[in-house]
Each structure stands twice: as C-alpha cells, then as structure tokens.
C-alpha cells in the first residue's frame, strides 16, 4: 500500500521558536494532501488542506500565518508552526488521498510537539 | 457543526471474545464513512471505505455494516486477538469532502 512518511516524530522547542513538520508521500504522488491536529482525549480535526502549486486552504479557526503551509513538490508538503507557544503543543498528523478525495487517505504516523 | 460519535470509547475483552463499536453520523449529505484501524507510535491504517447503505465489508475477522438512513455504522470483530489492541476510528464524508472523524474506540484484547 501507499506510505506517506512524517518528520520529525516528537519535537520540543521552546516557546517563541518555529518548528516546521514535513510530510512525504513516498511511493505515489500526492497534489493534496491534509494537516490534522488531535488535542489529548478528542477526536483528530482537520487544519488545512495543502494543494500542490497553490495556496493551502484553512479550516475555520485556524491561522494561517501561524501554520505556514506549503506544497513545492508532487511528494512534499510541510507545515510550519510558527512563534510556537505552550497552547501550539498537541499532535499533528498529516494524509494523502488515494484515488479520488473520498477514497482512503494514506497517514503519516504523526509528529508529538511540545511547546516549553 | 457536523457530529460524529463513536462508543464506546474504550473497551477491554478476553482474548477469544467478538465485541462490535458504533460510529454515529449524520444522515444527511452522506458521501462515505471510513474506518481505520490506528496503532500506537504507527500510521492509521485503512480498513474500510463503505459508501452505500446496507453495505457490508469484511476483512478476516473484521467486518463492518452501514446505515446511512439512520446515520449509524457498526464494526465487528470475531474471536478478538491481541494482535486486535488498538484504536478504532471512523471518519464521515459529506458533500464538503472532508474527513470529519469520532474520538476513536480504544480497545484492549487481554491473553
């Protein structure tokens, strides 16, 4: 099946610094991609939708200048979680769709941040 | 807002046991309910991806039906394994393309 690899796994950082996840789909290419964030005890909600060449699109709620997306290639997309603060730490995860968007997404096992 | 439950949240068996979950959307709008199967420090894995009513899926023990009248999904597992422990999330699609998901089903198969 498809894998989509996610990097760095944990990372601490200490408030007021960036901290940049990437996500790679490692055997297929992928012009979407989804960023999710799962706070402790509730369900994984989606952040932004990355689009290959082009801006990403945000959910309700979310800043985009504090989660800088982007997508330069076929296989990457990154998200950048800048001037982290404490209430920024939490699990991020990203997937690739397969097919078609409805179809399976394939996920990366996800990156733990914590904000010091 | 778009709501999507599942229960239980957790669930501890007996090797050898058949337990089911219950992932409850809403009816309207429906395009397709996912289920994955996610593992502790692992990437969820897809198990299935129902998109008409009345359908059922099975893979090895695990089988899955779907209600989208009544906005409900049941999944089932026969003769639970160790091997089963993990966390079991569904996720909804709408017309809005978007996975929307339930907290998960934590579960635990003892030896």
Redesign the interface.
């Known amino acids: 099946g498809a894998v989509?690899s996610q990097h760095p796994s944990r990372v601490i950082c200490k408030s007021g610094t960036s901290v940049k996840i990437e996500c790679r789909s490692l055997d297929f290419q992928a012009t979407t991609m989804?960023w999710?964030r799962q706070f402790p005890?509730?369900?994984?909600?989606?952040m932004a939708?990355s689009n290959e060449g082009s801006k990403a699109t945000y959910e309700q709620g979310v800043e985009k200048d504090k989660f800088l997306i982007n997508h330069a290639s076929l296989t990457l997309s990154t998200l950048t979680v800048t001037s982290a603060h404490p209430e920024d730490s939490s699990f991020y995860?990203c997937?690739a769709p397969g097919r078609g968007?409805?179809?399976?997404?394939?996920?990366?096992?996800?990156t733990r941040l914590t904000v010091l | 807002i778009l709501n999507?439950e599942q229960s239980p949240q957790s669930l501890h068996v007996q090797e050898g046991d058949s337990t089911n979950f219950t992932c409850s959307f809403p009816s309207s709008n429906f395009?397709?309910l996912?289920w994955?199967r996610w593992e502790t420090?692992?990437?969820?894995?897809?198990l299935f991806?129902m998109t008409l009513n009345g359908d059922e899926k099975k893979k090895g023990r695990i089988s899955a039906t779907l209600n989208t009248k009544e906005g409900y999904s049941y999944l089932y597992i026969k003769g639970s394994q160790p091997e089963d422990s993990a966390t079991y999330?569904c996720?909804f699609?709408g017309n809005t393309?978007?996975?929307?998901?339930?907290?998960?089903t934590t579960l635990q198969v003892k030896p």
């Not at chain 1, 005890?41 to 989606?46: A, C, N, V």
């Not at chain 2, 393309?97 to 998960?104: A, P, S, T």
Request: charged share 10%; proline share 4%; aromatic share 18%.
């Open positions: 989509v989804f999710y005890k509730q369900s994984l909600m989606l939708t995860i997937s968007w409805a179809d399976t997404q394939y996920f990366g096992p996800g | 999507v395009y397709a996912h994955y420090a692992k990437s969820p894995e897809a991806v999330l996720a699609i393309g978007k996975l929307i998901f339930g907290q998960g």
